[in-house]
């Protein structure tokens, strides 16, 4: 246990002196581990050779090579070329579909910008609705009136020139059925007459013809 | 003259400032071109490694948040480019495995550019396992702290610490050998 835990230490501070980060008493616990543990100070020597060698690595010039090739010419876009127009489109398309979900009603009222996401009208509204059906309603039934009244007229018109050419043709009528009762009243008072004179006239010629022989007879007589 | 910041030169390349993307590269390009040649142990492979580091920062320069320095960035692109650049060079070897020593000496083409110093210090790096070797660079020749490692290579602080102990030991035999 006690090893284990002398082994992670001297992996700690074997990695905080790699990164240059040991502190006063860590830097005297890596100089005894160096001064007292062969594998530990075998492992620093180590690196340090290392260290050392890559202190010596000359970078040297890097060779001429094709540098253009790595740079590839972007060709600048016209804005009707614009990737952001898919998107604009499809963010657009969205708003609209929400908007026509939601029954979305942007009205500007009276310098007011009111925006509502229902369907439904409000009440200001329903009441100027009701209000123009009314007026309309109202409009249609004058009308309807002025025409019931006015066909009504009409007929009450026609009904009374048809009344009066009735009476005026029943009465002629009766007058001409009457004229012509009178007439035949007076023919046949006429044929009476006729017959009576006529009756009379053939009493007085029998009368007259009865006179003479009597005076015959009278004559005789005497 | 003032020099400019690596985000001022950052913020005119993504323009398509040429000029500036090339004044970025310079200032990286020995830094890169070093740590290859310490990865692959070979210059025209730390060339081509460099290449693809520089195509891959160009590409993904917009993505670059000022989260960190550049610097730090820029190693951990040249970190994954290196592993895939290892991956296609020995598909059969693992990043943990180590490595067949091809040869004791660096190439005569190689050693053109290679200052003689450099030799054994390559050479030596060249028989680590890529994990190892890779945290040995980026403590030693990258100055980064083991957090800054673990960030980089995508492991946890005590298994960056681990492997350059393992690395360290590994070293010391090698150069022993090579000084004896």
């Known amino acids: 246990m006690h090893k284990q835990h002398s082994e992670l230490s001297k992996n700690d501070l074997f990695s905080l002196w790699l990164e240059g980060d040991l502190s006063g008493q860590q830097v005297l616990d890596f100089e005894a581990l160096c001064l007292n543990d062969d594998e530990f100070s075998e492992r620093v020597s180590g690196a340090n050779s290392f260290i050392m ?66 369907a439904k009208p409000s009440s200001q509204e329903v009441e100027t609705l009701v209000n123009e059906k009314m007026l309309e309603f109202q409009q249609t039934q004058q009308l309807a009136l002025n025409q019931y009244t006015k066909n009504l007229q ?59 022989m009597k ?8 | 003259m003032f020099e400019k910041s690596d985000e001022q030169l950052i913020a005119r390349a ?50 670059y948040r000022n989260e960190g320095s550049f610097k730090s960035w820029l190693y951990r692109i040249a970190h994954f480019r290196c592993i895939e650049f290892y991956r296609r060079k020995k598909p059969m070897q693992g990043l943990d495995d180590v490595p067949e020593v091809e040869s004791e000496e660096i190439s ?10 450099n030799r054994q210090l390559i050479n030596a790096m060249q028989q680590l396992p890529l994990a190892q070797k890779a945290v040995v660079e980026l403590k030693f020749f990258g100055q980064f702290t083991f957090d800054e490692i673990a960030e980089q290579t995508g492991i946890s602080a005590n298994t960056a610490k681990s492997r350059l102990y393992g690395a360290l030991g590994k070293l010391k035999q090698i150069m022993e050998v090579d000084y004896a």
């Open chain 2, 14 to 63: 993504l323009q398509g400032n040429k000029k500036a993307w090339l004044t970025l590269l310079k200032r990286y390009e020995k830094q890169i071109y070093h740590y290859g040649m310490r990865m692959t142990g070979k210059n025209e492979d730390a060339l081509d490694l460099m290449q693809e580091v520089f195509v891959s920062v160009f590409r993904n320069l917009s993505n």
């Open chain 2, 108 to 117: 005569a083409a190689d050693a053109i550019h290679c200052h003689q110093e």
């Open chain 1, 154 to 212: 009409q007929q009450q018109l026609d009904a009374s020139t048809q009344l009066t050419q009735y009476l005026l043709s029943a009465s002629r009528k009766e007058r001409r059925e009457d004229f012509v009762d009178l007439i035949k009243h007076v023919n046949e008072q006429r044929g009476d007459d006729q017959l009576f004179y006529a009756r009379q006239l053939s009493k007085l010629q029998q009368d007259i013809y009865a006179i003479p």
């Open chain 1, 53 to 118: 060698a890559s202190e010596h690595y000359q970078s040297t010039e890097v060779p001429n090579w094709n540098r253009d090739s790595t740079f590839e010419e972007t060709q600048t876009t016209k804005w009707w070329q614009w990737q952001g127009f898919a998107s604009l489109s499809f963010v657009t398309s969205c708003c609209a579909i929400v908007m026509v979900l939601t029954g979305l009603q942007v009205r500007l009222d009276e310098g007011t910008v009111t925006i509502s996401f229902a």
């Open chain 1, 215 to 222: 005076s015959d007879i009278g004559e005789i007589n005497e």
